[in-house]
């Protein structure tokens, strides 16, 4: 991957940081226009990806897959096909799926059925009272189940630090996995987190690598800058 590029660095100065050799930068949350609150189309994903430098982008729109497998073949990074599915009791990201996740299950139900697909089970934005997040209770539940293999200790849109430092700090409590994501709905947001980890070849790799993540991040939730587009149809 190509080194960031001064735009993209200039809106995420930590991208102008070196990766060590053998590492990749992983933005674990992100969004395309199949979301519905989204509006970033393919062209200007594979733009943010080249301005970025981000190796691996896990596409996770809300309740759909479709984005992320038509995307795999089209940028010049990996991907991971994820869904940010609404349970009952809040939101949970399901990574490396095959498989769409039906709407509406409760937070149990969505757990298993991505861990059935082989998939990761993400926990985004645990405390942003502000988002979808999964109720405490039903996280704490998932927890004491073992279905849970990481937490977002940094989410790009969450503006209080606070926040992401008591997901960090559930984290470490509870031996969970820390992830970051730039939970991006415009193209601009893209590496604004994510996080630095070995290199991976599928799901059981990846939660190895995981171990050894550095999460890195910032608070960037600006708006699009308007400019006359055409957003295909999803």
């Known amino acids: 991957m190509p080194a960031p590029h001064a735009a993209a ?20 949350h992100s969004h395309t226009m199949w979301s519905g609150d989204s509006t970033t189309t393919p062209d200007e994903i594979v733009q943010a990806v080249v301005e970025s430098g981000i190796d691996v982008l896990c596409i996770t729109d809300h309740n759909s897959i479709k984005g992320a497998q038509q995307l795999i073949d089209t940028l010049p990074c990996r991907v991971v096909v994820g869904e940010e599915l609404k349970t009952h009791a809040g939101e949970i990201i399901g990574l490396f ?16 059925a991505v861990r059935a ?47 992401n430092e008591r997901a960090a700090r559930y984290a470490q409590t509870h031996g969970l996995l820390a992830g970051a994501g730039s939970d991006a709905h415009v193209p601009d947001a893209l590496g604004a987190a994510y996080v630095e980890m070995p290199d991976f070849d599928g799901p059981l790799q990846f939660l190895e690598s995981l171990r050894s993540a550095r999460p890195v991040g910032h608070h960037w939730d600006q708006a699009r800058p308007w400019r006359a587009r055409i957003v295909p149809s999803v």
Do not use: C
């Open 9 to 28: 660095v200039g809106r995420h100065p930590h991208l102008a940081e070196p990766v060590r050799s053998g590492w990749v930068r992983v933005d674990m």
């Open 97 to 112: 799926l095959t498989e769409h996740l039906p709407f509406g299950l409760a937070p149990r139900e969505a757990a298993e």
């Open 117 to 163: 697909q082989g998939g990761v089970v993400y926990i985004p934005h645990p405390f942003d009272p502000m988002r979808r997040n999964l109720s405490e209770p039903a996280l704490d539940d998932l927890v004491a189940a073992g279905l849970v293999d990481a937490i977002e200790v940094i989410n790009a849109k969450t503006s209080l630090h606070s926040l």
